[in-house]
């Protein structure tokens, strides 16, 4: 079977917990002894390489998905959910605990992620076939210790089989420098990160010439309720999001790259690109989870024709 695109990333069961607890100064603060009580509680599938396999595979691109979990019950969500999107489980299953997130989720609908992550970083090569990777595109999320080094030499791999890769980063990677996932960053067609983890990697100096002196062809760096910047080397697109009613903010950056990526792969027009990458987050926010809210591709089609997100 040839995929469209392989995601690489974190497979989680996420508990959403709701509460008025009131946010202050950036802070959701729990008193010592305290019962507070949940006005909702929720359960979802998560993690980036979870989300991101299932914004695709709605968007309609063949998507297989590299991800390790246990033999609990929360693996079984996971497997079924990726049955159910019709999207191939390229990773493993052993013995043990699937990783597991409880988001808290504050008054003003911001949140904090407590998370377990044991079978996602440790994602080894060996766990995979390679004879099972006929695919045109990688999609790297966030990965850590063994999973790292299975990500750097699938980057390798990737540029010797005529493979192009995006590439997701998170803040803890990106503060150990851009040493750390130089490895990657140098195979990557496109790069996605906000603009703290774009100034941990070039700390002096003008940010898109220096991520692209790095490797990556693309480069889109979000500045959160700003907006994003994209280039391509030669021209930079600024995109302004809209006012939309928030009510889970969870999922937002893995739709937003998704939609960025499949707007590359099924147009190579970065105006459309971003366009996607937009409606996509703008839609996911709007509802519970990081999931129920992605647009499969009759509904993306259908909003790209009415949108009027400001591109400049």
């Known amino acids: 079977m040839k995929f469209d695109i392989i995601t690489f990333g974190g497979a989680v069961v996420d508990a959403f917990v709701y509460t008025n607890v009131q ?18 509680l ?18 309609g691109l063949k998507t297989g998905a ?6 609990d019950s929360n693996a079984d969500l996971i497997l079924n959910e990726l049955k159910k999107n019709k999207i191939t489980f390229l990773g493993k299953q052993e013995p043990g605990q699937t990783d597991f997130s409880i988001v808290l989720d504050s008054k003003d609908h911001d949140r904090t992620i407590l998370t377990y992550k044991e079978k996602s970083n440790d994602i080894l090569l060996s766990d995979i076939n390679l004879k099972n990777l006929k695919t045109n595109w990688f999609y790297f999320s ?7 080094n299975t990500q750097k030499a699938l980057a390798l791999y990737a540029s010797k089989n005529n493979i192009k890769l995006a590439y997701n980063p998170a803040s803890y990677l990106t503060k150990k420098g851009a040493h750390h996932i130089g490895q990657i960053l140098t195979h990557a067609e496109i790069l996605i990160l906000n603009e703290g983890e774009a100034k941990d ?13 790095l490797g990556p062809k693309i480069i889109c760096i979000t500045y959160g309720p700003k907006g994003n910047k994209v280039s391509d ?26 939609g960025f990526v499949t707007g590359i792969i ?8 971003v366009k996607m990458g937009s409606l996509n987050a703008e839609s996911v926010i709007q509802a ?8 499969n591709w009759k509904e993306m089609s259908r909003q790209l024709k009415n949108t009027r997100i400001k591109i400049t």
Do not use: W
């Open 66 to 71: 590299i991800i390790k979990v246990g033999t």
């Open 42 to 59: 929720q359960f979802s599938t998560g993690g980036a390489g979870t989300n991101t396999a299932v914004a695709f595979a709605k968007l």
């Open 23 to 40: 946010e202050t100064k950036n802070k959701m603060c729990y008193n010592i002894g305290e019962k507070i009580a949940i006005n909702k």
């Open 288 to 295: 519970p989870s990081a999931k129920s809210g992605l647009l």
């Open 233 to 258: 080397g030669t021209h930079i697109l600024t995109s302004i999001p809209r006012d939309i009613k928030v009510a889970e903010r969870t999922g937002a950056g893995d739709a937003f790259a998704s």
């Open 201 to 213: 990697l070039i700390p002096q100096g003008d940010l898109f010439n220096g991520l692209h002196a």
């Open 142 to 148: 966030a990965a850590d210790e063994n999973s790292l």
């Open 266 to 273: 099924k147009t190579n027009d970065i105006k459309t690109a």
